[in-house]
């Protein structure tokens, strides 16, 4: 398999985590998901101020 | 009258939250992201997904302190030289470009952004309904972060492979 393959690979699942996790969260503020079934996603929330 | 709202972090939402003059909460989440990481191969820290958005889905009066309360969450944010920011929104409910548009506005309209940068990035991929998602994105560092080159190309390539093949 090509390199340039692998990376496009890599990336699509990078992004698509990354959209699937927004939507996660965004239900989770609306109360419409739990923080542990955020946990269990992988989903690590930051207190960075 | 307040110039922003007084917002604080809650340990156990971990968001930070406001409630605006119209009793409309808003939440602010900052999420650990690896996108960095996995894309380039390397272990790159302190690279922030932001998520914003209002408890209920009620409508509010325009009201320029959230912009004023946000802006100043996110440039607390970057008190930290090292750190970054991640944007991005799905078109999948029809309303990427809009929120896409707002966070844009409230950019340019910051008073910080000679010390915050962004870069935009607008990406297509297939969903796993076999439907192609047109996501509007954005990257935030701060001016004098000693890796933002590196966070640049990582960033940039992002676009560059997912739109190679149009």
Known sequence: MKQSSINKK???KSVTK?????DAVRSYMKGK??????????IKFAKPL | MPSLYNYAYDNISKTYNFTTRFGIIYRI????DETFSSISGKNISNIFQIVIDKAT???EPLDNLVFATIVEIVYKFFSSKRNSLIFFCSDSDGKGQLRFNVFDRWYKKSKYNNIIKK???VISISSTKSEIVTIHTSFLYHKDNKDKELL??????IEKVLNQDK
């Open chain 1, 10 to 12: 890599r990336i699509v």
């Open chain 1, 18 to 22: 990354l959209i699937a996790d927004k």
């Open chain 1, 33 to 42: 998901a739990t923080l542990k079934s955020l946990t269990d996603k992988g």
């Open chain 2, 29 to 32: 989440a900052f999420i650990v």
């Open chain 2, 57 to 59: 889905d009620e409508k």
């Open chain 2, 119 to 121: 870069k935009d990035s």
């Open chain 2, 152 to 157: 640049i190309g990582i960033y940039e390539s």
